[in-house]
Each structure stands twice: as structure tokens, then as C-alpha cells.
């Protein structure tokens, strides 16, 4: 079988559409509009592009959303209390912490995201989640490798018992 190049931008139309035909379908069988909050801290170029990107998104498929703005001088205190006030919050359903943190506070990664419920860990990170994950109980799957096995069905590939098989010629 000979290898096919597979095209994000192909499939991101299709994926958009039926995720927000979904959202739709929840807001009116239940009332609720999806609520994610983004928190960055500080002023990393590709973050606010990424960041921005989100937004945009979730205004497009209908989900609310909140991008928090913290200064690169938050401290790991000031990110854990505002991850817990969204934790708290009824309206907000997700919650992301825009990586990669200012170096102040990279150290504390894993504790900051480690205090984000895990029902609200869009990434997946969380311990809760990873062990979910890995041991096949439902759990939020971080969104680049759900993505791509969209895009695999999508395209009709079937990856059900295949194994990867690669040779690697390596030169020194």
C-alpha cells in the first residue's frame, strides 16, 4: 500500500460542522451553552496566536468562551486561585492553561495543571484523565490525537490492529 498525505485543512470543515451541529443540539435539548475558559499568562507570541485562534473557533461552532489574560509576573499562587475560581464556575465547562508557562512558574507546571478538575481538562493532562486513557475508561482525550483519528476515519483509513512499522536509516 502506498503512502497517503493527509491534509488537516481538508478535514477541518467537516469536523467543524458536525461539532457544532452538536453543540446546537445540546444547547437546545438541555439549555446550555459549552463554556471553555483559556487562561495565558504572560506575552508569548505563539501562545497569543494559538489562543487567539481558539477563540475564534468557539465563536464560530457557538461555545462560549473566556480568554484570561495574566501578566508574566503571576505567581503560581495567583494561576492556582484563578483555575480554582473556573473550576467553580457552572458556566464554564473547560478549562486550559496555555503552555508554555512564564520560566517563574514552568517549574510548577504540573502542580497548576494538575489543579484543573478533570472534568474540565480539555487537554487530557490531568492524572485522572492519563490514567483513564491509558487503562481504555471513558476519558477527555487530548485534542491532537483525537484529532487525527477524525481525520483517519474520516478519510476511511482503518487503523484497528495495525502496529507501526517503520525502518529508520540513520546516518551519523
Do not use: W
Not at 48 to 69: A, D, F, M, P, W
Not at 140 to 150: K, R, S
Amino acid at each position: 500500500m502506498s503512502a497517503r498525505i493527509l491534509y488537516g485543512k481538508e478535514f477541518a470543515a467537516q469536523i467543524k460542522e458536525s461539532a457544532r451541529l452538536e453543540i446546537e443540539d445540546i444547547k437546545n435539548k438541555f439549555g446550555v451553552t459549552a463554556g471553555l475558559a483559556v487562561i495565558i499568562v504572560g506575552e508569548n507570541p505563539a501562545s497569543q496566536v494559538y489562543v487567539r485562534n481558539k477563540h475564534k473557533t468557539c465563536e464560530e461552532l457557538g461555545i462560549k468562551s473566556e480568554v484570561i489574560t495574566m501578566p508574566e509576573t503571576s505567581t503560581k499562587e495567583d494561576l492556582l486561585a484563578k483555575i480554582d475560581e473556573l473550576n467553580a464556575a457552572k458556566d464554564i465547562h473547560g478549562i486550559l492553561v496555555q503552555l508554555p508557562l512564564p520560566d517563574a512558574i514552568k517549574a510548577h507546571s504540573e502542580e497548576i495543571l494538575n489543579r484543573i478538575n478533570p472534568l474540565k481538562d480539555v487537554d487530557g493532562f490531568h492524572p485522572v484523565n492519563v490514567g483513564n486513557l491509558v487503562i481504555g475508561s471513558p476519558a477527555l482525550v487530548p485534542c491532537t490525537p483525537a484529532g487525527c483519528l477524525e481525520m483517519l476515519d474520516l478519510a476511511g483509513i482503518d487503523i484497528d490492529g495495525k502496529r507501526q512499522t517503520r525502518s529508520h536509516n540513520r546516518t551519523q
